[in-house]
């Protein structure tokens, strides 16, 4: 299907998006009539004419009930495999959406949420590059106390990449530009508690990795009871 190809392309060379993807979020019947047309002149890299099924007055081969497959002339859903239903956020597709659970709690900078009927919460970052700030830090102590309360477990999972690109420095140079010591000295005794919360939750604290998790990212993924990396991640200390 056009999933199998975009996903090869996207998990192979690093992209955010397949060819199948582009050419639809681009427009398919424009794309398609602008290859036609450099196919008849000799502009194209290959005088290989399109398939009829790409002028079937389609406009996407994506959609919420699946991805063309010409050899089934037909939109395939997701395979039903065990292995892939018990993802709960699979790499998402143009036209596909998934459920984002029931929030639990939330702030300015965390939101808290847990599928019904699972005992695991799930806690994820609402900042630019999920920086960590003060709002990070109060929200992730709160999400904690929640998950010992009425979970089993929490997991540190951001909808897109990066992980965390690290402590918010822009607030921390205003405090230092305002000569607010005591200030900055306060938020670095939070960061240190925050990540002390991770590592001694009465329950477990998984971090789930995925591209950058740098500085305080990186603090909280070696607090966190396991770690779960995705390939293309980069963990460090700045």
């Known amino acids: 299907t056009a999933r199998d190809v975009d996903f090869a392309i996207r ?3 690093g992209w955010s998006m ?4 582009s050419w639809q979020a681009a427009g398919w019947k424009q794309v398609a009539d602008w290859i036609a047309e450099d196919i008849v002149s000799g502009e194209a890299m290959s005088s290989a004419a399109l398939p009829d099924w790409v002028f079937d007055g389609r406009e996407a081969v994506h959609t919420a009930e699946g991805s063309y497959s010409p050899g089934r002339n037909a939109k395939v859903p997701r395979s039903a495999n065990p292995v892939y239903r018990r993802q709960r956020h699979p790499d998402a ?5 998934f459920s984002q659970g029931r929030s639990v709690y939330e702030n300015d900078g965390v939101r808290l949420w847990a599928d019904e009927g699972d005992d695991v919460a799930v806690v994820s970052f609402k900042t630019k590059m999920h920086t960590v700030s003060d709002t990070v830090l109060g929200g992730l102590q709160e999400a904690i106390s929640i998950a010992e309360r009425d979970f089993s477990g929490l997991v540190i999972w951001q909808p897109k990449e990066p992980f965390s690109a690290g402590a918010d420095l822009s607030g921390a140079l205003s405090l230092l530009q305002a000569g607010d010591l005591k200030g900055f000295e306060a938020m670095v005794a939070n960061f240190q508690a925050t ?15 995925r ?3 740098l500085g305080g990212g990186c603090e909280f993924q070696m607090h966190a009871a396991r770690s779960v990396f995705g390939l293309e991640s980069y963990v460090g200390l700045v």
Do not use: T
């Open 18 to 21: 397949g060819p199948f993807e």
């Open 11 to 13: 998990w192979g060379y």
């Open 93 to 97: 597709l143009l036209g596909e959406e």
């Open 211 to 213: 591209g950058l998790a």
């Open 195 to 209: 990540s002390q919360r991770i590592k001694y939750s009465l329950v477990p604290v998984v971090a789930a990795v």
